[in-house]
C-alpha cells in the first residue's frame, strides 16, 4: 500500500504563487508516474500536470508557461510550483501515483488551493 501525503495548498492571491509537493511512501515512486490533478467545485477531476519515471512531462494546456512539475527521485517527492495563478486554478489538488504495467493507482487525500481576486 502506497501513502502519498500532499502540502503546500492555502489561499493566494490571483497572480500570485504557490508550491505543492507530494511524498510517497516505500520506493515504487521511482518506477513509476506521479502527476497532479485538480477537481473545482461542480467539475471532473483534470489531469494538470505529470512526470513519468523518466523524466517525461506533460501539461495541461490551461497551465503550461505557469505551472512546473518536477520530482525529487532520492525523497520520492513530486512538487508542482504554480505561478500566475488565476481564479480558474482553484480547487482541490489531488497527488496521483499511477504505474500501469503494475495496475498501481493511489491519490492522496488533496489539498486545497484557494484563489483570490
Known amino acids: 500500500q502506497v501513502q502519498l501525503a500532499e502540502s503546500g495548498g492555502g489561499l493566494v492571491q490571483a497572480g500570485g504563487s504557490l508550491n505543492l509537493s507530494c511524498t510517497a511512501s516505500?520506493?515504487?515512486?521511482?518506477?513509476?508516474?506521479m502527476a497532479w490533478y485538480r477537481q473545482a467545485p461542480g467539475k471532473q477531476r483534470e489531469l494538470v500536470a505529470s512526470?513519468?519515471?523518466?523524466?517525461?512531462?506533460n501539461y495541461a494546456d490551461s497551465v503550461k508557461g505557469r505551472f512546473r512539475i518536477f520530482r525529487d527521485y532520492s525523497k520520492d517527492t513530486v512538487y508542482l510550483q504554480m505561478s500566475a495563478l488565476k481564479a480558474e486554478d482553484a480547487g482541490v489538488y489531488y497527488c496521483n501515483l499511477r504505474h500501469v504495467g503494475m495496475s498501481l493507482d493511489y491519490w492522496g487525500q488533496g489539498t486545497r488551493v484557494t484563489v483570490s481576486s
Open positions: 512526470a513519468g519515471s523518466g523524466g517525461a512531462k
Open positions: 516505500g520506493m515504487i515512486a521511482r518506477i513509476a508516474t
